[in-house]
T-cell receptor
Framework: DTGVSQNPRHKITKRGQNVTFRCDPI?????LYWYRQTLGQGPEFLTY????????KSRLLSDRFSAERPKGSFSTLEIQRTEQGDSAMYLC???????????????FGPGTRLTVL | KNQVEQSPQSLIILEGKNCTLQ??????????LRWYKQDTGRGPVSLTI?????NTKSNGRYTATLDADTKQSSLHITASQLSDSASYIC?????????????FGRGTSLIVHP
């Protein structure tokens, strides 16, 4: 399967614990995005990378959240000191940066569902 | 504040019928508008992407329109099928110094009954 993969698919943790999610993009894609989606809502943009550079970061991304893409391939999203409000589906998407503009077609992974008890 | 409003919130139609979903936005400066289909428990799948200069884009039975003057878009689904049952999400991106920030709508939940 050459689609976007995310691990783990489900994570249950206790409040205050740290968690880390991994996203493996489609191999030739140089852009990678992270989103968060709570039940019944549309996704919210968190951050995106082009190669290893983090180009944009939402104000929603508090200092407890950090994302990395050290070699321009896979990415990790870490949440420190988790809170119950962090419970959500965390989605990753990848794409090829267009030459002009931002009309890249993003391909989403299946998501990681986080439950904070 | 950038906002994307979708209507209706939910819609039930019979198989074979057509339907139209609406998206109004207040995102500025406008970069592009996308429609996604999201099945329950799965990631969204891109249907269409439109820039400022495009006012219609088709993808099979899906046709999106964009009126940049009134800041409105619609997604028309022709001859609906049971597999069209999903959430349809409108996303509008603002251009920001070479980067971009997408704003998502809450989605329209479509149920197609046999």
């Amino acid at each position: 399967d050459t689609g976007v993969s995310q691990n783990p698919r489900h994570k249950i943790t206790k409040r205050g614990q740290n968690v880390t999610f991994r996203c493996d993009p489609i191999s030739e894609h140089n852009r990678l995005y992270w989103y968060r989606q709570t039940l019944g809502q549309g996704p919210e943009f968190l951050t995106y990378f082009q190669n290893e550079a983090q180009l944009e970061k939402s104000r929603l991304l508090s200092d407890r959240f950090s994302a990395e893409r050290p070699k321009g391939s896979f990415s990790t999203l870490e949440i420190q000191r988790t809170e119950q409000g962090d419970s959500a589906m965390y989605l990753c998407a990848s794409s090829t940066a267009p030459r002009v503009g931002n009309t890249d077609t993003q391909y989403f992974g299946p998501g990681t569902r986080l439950t904070v008890l | 504040k950038n906002q994307v409003e979708q209507s209706p919130q939910s819609l039930i139609i019979l198989e074979g019928k057509n339907c139209t979903l609406q998206c109004n936005y207040t995102v500025s400066p406008f970069s592009n508008l996308r429609w996604y289909k999201q099945d329950t428990g799965r990631g969204p799948v891109s249907l269409t992407i439109m820039t400022f200069s495009e006012n219609t884009k088709s993808n099979g039975r899906y046709t999106a329109t964009l009126d940049a003057d009134t800041k409105q878009s619609s997604l028309h689904i022709t001859a609906s099928q049971l597999s069209d049952s999903a959430s349809y999400i409108c996303v509008v991106s603002a251009a920001s110094g070479g980067s971009y920030i997408p704003t998502f709508g809450r989605g329209t939940s479509l149920i197609v009954h046999p």
